[in-house]
Nanobody, 121 residues
Framework: QVQLVESGGGLVQPGGSLRLSCAAS????????MAWYRQAPGKERDLVAV???????NYADSVKGRFTISRDNAKNTVYLQMNSLKPEDTAVYYC???????????????WGQGTQVTVSS
């Protein structure tokens, strides 16, 4: 079994910053891509940022220049540094990882439980 546990959400004023963390644990052989998604009330879950094992990254246009995704492969952890936050960034943020479990030839997609980010004055 593989678990993803997120932390770091909360309430922040517009223009503020937050750092999200997501740690993967369990029977892990390797992790390919790790990503952050978000889902606002009444909307679909959208990709925010993704980072592959080699370190290449990609971002949604709405967060480019404000958010930075990074990972610590030794800790199986992915981070999302969010700066210059706007009210429209308010959402539940979900961590996703493409994991090859020990003993498996295949990778599987795992999700965290989500963490609420609210940007409001």
């Amino acid at each position: 079994q593989v678990q993803l546990v997120e932390s770091g959400g909360g309430l922040v004023q517009p223009g503020g910053s937050l750092r999200l963390s997501c740690a993967a644990s369990g029977s892990i052989f390797s992790i390919n891509a790790m990503a952050w998604y978000r889902q606002a009330p009444g909307k679909e879950r959208d990709l925010v940022a993704v980072i592959i094992s080699g370190g290449s990254t990609n971002y949604a246009d709405s967060v480019k220049g404000r958010f930075t995704i990074s990972r610590d492969n030794a800790k199986n952890t992915v981070y999302l540094q969010m700066n210059s936050l706007k009210p429209e960034d308010t959402a539940v943020y979900y961590c996703n990882a493409d994991v090859v479990p020990r003993g498996s030839y295949y990778s599987f997609s795992y999700w965290g439980q989500g963490t609420q980010v609210t940007v409001s004055s």
